[in-house]
């Protein structure tokens, strides 16, 4: 059998009872939770003891000792984006992959950047083999993906000292950067708007944890 065959009608009911979930705790965006009760999340999650909560609203490790991001965060994260189908949407921080799946659900044309380089080829592996379409890099994000700017939208998963000046300068005009900002345990969920003269405006959406976004070379 292979995975796509794993996604059971006890996984789909499990998924319809998270995206109930999300909803009572705010997410109102219709096709956030569609994306939502579609991806397959426990096919995302490597450690068969952590497989079983897939659909429970928690944060779980996977390889290079990083995490995949809650369903709640990001969820929040991709209603924030206003993802439109088409667009061109930049994500730092791959990991799992699981926020890429969801923003190719949304009908998004993905490129994604991750540094650690066994969690980069094992997350392009899946994807690929679940049918999600998505660029997936190894490198840096503090660069952004020059030779793809600019993006109609990017998404920081991972909590950044500071908004890094290359992903400003690659949002288009009439774009949004969605990226938690702050040192040590708790980040602020920043949302940045450009606007068509190119001005940027910040709006603090509230406290988040975040793994850190880390600046050294790539592993
Ligand atoms: N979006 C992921 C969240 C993974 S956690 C998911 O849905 O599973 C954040 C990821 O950001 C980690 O995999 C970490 O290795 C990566 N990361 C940290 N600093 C980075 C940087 N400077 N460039 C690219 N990726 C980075």
């Given at each position: 059998m292979n995975e796509i065959g794993?996604?059971?009608?006890?996984?789909?009911g499990l998924r319809r009872r998270l995206v109930e979930?999300?909803?009572?705790?705010?997410?109102?965006?219709d096709a956030v939770l569609a994306a939502i009760g579609i991806v397959p999340r426990h096919l995302f999650i490597d450690d068969t003891a952590f497989q079983d909560k897939a659909y429970e609203d928690g944060a779980?490790?996977?390889?290079?000792?990083?995490?995949i991001s809650q369903p709640y965060t990001?969820?929040?994260?991709?209603?924030?984006l206003q993802v439109g189908k088409g667009m061109k949407v930049l994500e730092v921080g791959t990991g799992s992959g699981y926020q890429c799946a969801v923003l190719c659900a949304l009908g998004a044309k993905v490129f994604s950047i991750e540094r650690h380089r066994p969690l980069y080829l094992q997350t392009k592996e899946r994807l690929a083999r679940l049918g999600y379409r998505a660029s997936l890099y190894?490198?840096?994000?503090?660069?952004?993906?020059?030779?793809e700017a600019p993006f109609d939208r990017i998404i920081v998963t991972c909590g950044a000292p500071e908004?890094?000046?290359?992903?400003i300068n690659q949002v288009k005009p009439g774009g949004r950067v969605v990226i938690p900002v702050g040192e040590g345990g708790v980040q602020h969920m920043l949302l940045l708007e450009k606007d068509l003269a190119g001005a940027v405006t910040r709006t603090d959406q509230?406290?988040?944890?975040?793994?850190?976004m880390l600046a050294d070379k790539a592993s």
């Open positions: 794993n996604d059971t009608y006890r996984h789909q979930l999300l909803k009572k705790k705010g997410i109102d965006n779980f490790p996977i390889a290079c000792g990083q995490t990001v969820a929040f994260q991709s209603q924030l190894h490198g840096d994000g503090y660069a952004g993906i020059p030779r908004v890094p000046q290359a992903l509230g406290q988040f944890r975040f793994v850190p």
